[in-house]
């Protein structure tokens, strides 16, 4: 392979700052990565649309708040001069978060926390998670507008959700129906769900077309601190159940969605129906804090039969362990299919490594919920 060969299968990158400090640093980081290409820089969010449409980037880093022309203001008048995938940079602030999950919502595959000028090292400490970020993001672009999922409160129309008395195929096979199989237990249901990039958007879509009763849900969603809260409170203000950030000692409980905060590990303890959260500080755990192994293999130790995995869009492979351990329990797992996933990572090994039961579209994620909802205790 000659080197123009190479330089042309690289991933084009634009960066977008109003800090020249910040721009530098992150064009000197990404250029030490040799699948990457930096193909230009901008100072705020016009000139990063001009630039977009000129260059034709893969994948644009944009800062969230910048005078003028925001992040969140650019986001859309970029997806519109080029399908971009779009990798927002933020400040580690609840504002920064609020638009951060806004702009996830309305198309932004992932984002990068910005580190304060204290801790520009940061950057370079977390040089291979962003170049991960941005190779994944490359190999999934965002779909074209108007495509997709309806908006949250829009009905959505799961295939094939009534199976009968045929025995449900397994993950892997051909039938493309929604097939929901719950091994008898005598305790009640609980679901747990792990989830990392496309997470943001794939929940905001899905969970508010979720209408009571439903079993208690635990998320891990990979997030650091601070946004974590600001994504449960999001998801609180369209869902029909309540959904927060966990805290210590918080009861597991039908109708409540806990999300694991940024941070900490998350995990249950008890004997249903008298189960309740544990947070704690351990090291990370398949590279992630919270981890979803963690909460899937508490969950599996506590629910046993009962107990429900469900594994979704992410980069990694955390995850795929603790589906195993849920299958070894007697529970059940499902895990998000290739074609519905902005990233088909953690889902995707832990199917390969036979940690997943069945296999769902998130466009099947509601009728799932409901038909594990008719079947729990």
Do not use: W
Not at 40 to 51: C, F, H, L, P, Y
Not at 126 to 144: G, N
Not at 222 to 233: G, L, Q
Not at 308 to 332: L, S
């Amino acid at each position: 392979m000659t080197t123009s060969d190479r330089q042309s299968e690289r991933v084009r990158v634009l960066i977008v700052d109003d800090s020249a400090l910040m721009r530098k640093l992150l064009a000197d980081v990404l250029r030490t990565a040799p699948e990457i290409e930096v193909v230009g820089v901008a100072r705020d969010g016009a000139e990063a649309v001009e630039k977009t449409a000129q260059l034709k980037p893969d994948v644009v880093t944009l800062d969230v708040e910048m005078p003028g022309v925001s992040g969140l203001d650019a986001l859309p008048l970029i997806q519109t001069s080029h399908n971009a995938a779009v990798i927002m940079v933020s400040a580690f602030t609840q504002e920064g978060a609020d638009i951060t999950l806004a702009a996830l919502e309305r198309g932004a595959i992932d984002f990068f926390p910005k580190p304060e000028r204290h801790q520009l090292a940061h950057v370079r400490e977390s040089r291979d998670i962003l170049v991960a970020k941005i190779l994944a993001a490359a190999q999934h672009r965002p779909p074209s507008q108007g495509a997709g999922l309806a908006a949250p409160g829009a009905q959505i129309r799961a295939r094939h959700t009534h199976v009968p008395h045929p025995a449900p195929s397994r993950a892997g096979d051909s039938d493309a129906g929604l097939h929901v199989e719950v091994p008898e237990s005598r305790s009640p249901l609980c679901i747990a769900i792990g989830i990392s990039t496309g997470g943001p958007q794939a929940l905001g879509q899905v969970l508010p077309l979720m209408s009571g009763p439903v079993p208690p849900i635990l998320i891990v969603q990979h997030m650091p601190a601070h946004f974590t809260a600001v994504f449960a409170e999001r998801l609180n203000r369209t869902c029909s159940v309540a959904v927060k950030e966990a805290e210590e000692g918080d009861r597991v409980t039908p109708n409540r969605v806990l999300v694991a905060p940024g941070g900490r590990h998350m995990a249950v303890t008890g004997h249903p129906p008298n189960v309740r959260i544990v947070l704690s500080n351990g090291a990370p755990v398949s590279s992630h804090r919270p981890s979803v192994d963690v909460l899937f293999h508490s969950v599996a130790r506590v629910y046993q039969s009962a107990a429900v995995g469900i594994i979704m869009t992410g980069m990694g492979r955390d995850g795929a362990i603790g589906c195993k351990a849920i299958i070894a329990a007697g529970g059940t797992t499902y895990g998000q299919d290739e074609a519905s996933s902005v990233v088909y990572g953690m889902n995707k090994a832990a199917f390969l490594e036979g940690g997943v039961s069945f296999q769902f579209s998130l466009e099947q994620f509601p009728a799932l919920i409901k038909r594990l909802s008719q079947t729990a205790v």
